[in-house]
């Protein structure tokens, strides 16, 4: 129950940090003010009285949802670190990963993409290292994708699974998505022969479903001709 609670303000949180942080409609005054509020809630002593802090954190969630609603604000990263610590109290670094990510299971993934928009730029962030995944490193995509005797290349992804892979017998009845979304979180379902890298199989455990969303969008924006056919 308590847990469930810091799970959603951080998805909450986590989830607005990539709002554009303009103060149109807001004036300096009022943002100051819902700052200073944030402020306090977030001196929550969680070992003194556990019912209050919890509440606190609600209120919280909720300012700051309406504060990126009107104001286009995004909390910083002095703002986000207190609330991991916050939440560290509750539950390990892996446990609050765990609650965030992806898994495995294709077909439940599925389901919740349709819900998500994917943004192809943002995907592109995280393919190249650019943005960190949810365990806070690099996901490491494009150091095998750019090597075409390491992995099959970025380019032309789109092209190669519409027209070689879902081809194939065994892809009969896959969809374009549920083949890009196996290929990232069970790798190992279909090894595609020829390469001398080795696809990880920890993505379900690092993505969230926007992040997976952006990288699907990422590489259906990959439809270049292929070269070699
Ligand atoms: C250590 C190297 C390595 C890394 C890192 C890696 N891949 Fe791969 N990937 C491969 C190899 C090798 C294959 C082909 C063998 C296979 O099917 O597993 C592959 C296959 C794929 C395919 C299927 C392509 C096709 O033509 O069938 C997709 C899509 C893909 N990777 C996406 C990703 C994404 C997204 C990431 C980052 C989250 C990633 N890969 C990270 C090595 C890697």
């Known amino acids: 129950m308590r847990r469930q609670y810091v799970l959603s303000l951080l998805i909450l949180v986590f989830s607005l940090t990539g709002v554009a942080q303009e103060e149109a409609g807001c004036s300096a005054g009022e943002l ?6 944030l402020a306090s ?13 919890l509440a606190n954190l609600f209120r919280l969630g909720a300012l700051y949802q309406s504060m990126a609603l009107q104001c286009g604000y995004a909390p910083n990263e002095v703002e986000v670190d207190r609330l991991l610590e ?5 539950a390990s670094l892996e446990d609050l990963i765990a609650a965030q990510s992806v898994g495995s299971d294709v077909g439940a993934i599925l389901l919740e993409l349709d819900e998500v928009y994917g943004d192809p730029l943002q995907g592109q962030l995280l393919y ?15 150091g095998c994708h750019e090597n075409e005797a390491v992995a099959p290349l970025t380019a032309g992804t789109w092209t190669r699974v519409n027209d070689i892979r879902l081809a194939l017998p065994q892809f009969a009845d896959y969809s374009h998505r549920q083949f890009l979304v196996e290929s990232v979180v069970q790798p190992m379902a279909y090894i595609t ?30 439809d270049q001709f292929l070269q070699d056919g």
């Not at 809630?41 to 802090?53: C, G, Y």
């Open 86 to 90: 916050q939440a560290l109290m509750f």
């Open 41 to 53: 809630f977030l001196a929550l002593d969680f070992a003194a009285d556990i019912d209050a802090a």
């Open 128 to 142: 190249n290292g650019l943005e960190p995944a949810l365990s806070g490193t690099a996901l490491g995509c494009s």
């Open 193 to 222: 022969p020829d390469y001398a890298g080795m696809m990880p199989e920890f993505y379900g455990g690092q993505l969230t479903v926007q992040q997976l969303a952006d990288l699907v969008a990422f590489l259906d924006s990959q």
């Open 32 to 37: 100051a003010q819902q700052q200073s509020t």
